[in-house]
C-alpha cells in the first residue's frame, strides 16, 4: 500500500510540473525570420508612426483623442519591436 501511494504521489507530480515548461523551445527558423524581416518592419513601421503621430498631434489635440493615436502609432509598434521576446512571433501580428 505504502508504495502505491509514493507512486502515484510520484507520478502526479512528474505529469502535472510538465506544464511549466511548455514553452521552452524557440525555433531557428522564427529567430531568424524575425531577425532579418520582422524587426526591421516593426521599426521601420515606429520610425513612420512617430513621423505620422508628429504631423497629426494638433488634430489629435483639437480632439481630444492624443492618447489613442499615440497607442496606435507609437507605442504598440515600439512594443512590437522592443519588448517582445525574440521567436515570439505570434503576440505581436
Known amino acids: 500500500m505504502k508504495k502505491t501511494v ?3 504521489l510520484t507520478l502526479m ?3 502535472t510540473s510538465s506544464m511549466a515548461f511548455a514553452r521552452t523551445d524557440i525555433e531557428a527558423t522564427n529567430v ?3 531577425t532579418l524581416v520582422l524587426r526591421p518592419l516593426g521599426f521601420g513601421a515606429l520610425v513612420f ?3 505620422f503621430y508628429v504631423i497629426s498631434l494638433p488634430l489629435a ?3 481630444d483623442s492624443e492618447k489613442g493615436v499615440r497607442k496606435v ?3 504598440e509598434p515600439y512594443e ?3 519588448e517582445r521576446p525574440m521567436g515570439d ?3 505581436g501580428l
Open 32 to 34: 531568424i525570420a524575425e
Open 6 to 8: 509514493i507512486v502515484m
Open 80 to 82: 512590437y519591436v522592443f
Open 89 to 91: 512571433i505570434g503576440s
Open 13 to 15: 507530480i512528474v505529469l
Open 49 to 51: 508612426g512617430s513621423v
Open 61 to 63: 489635440l483639437i480632439t
Open 73 to 75: 502609432l507609437v507605442t
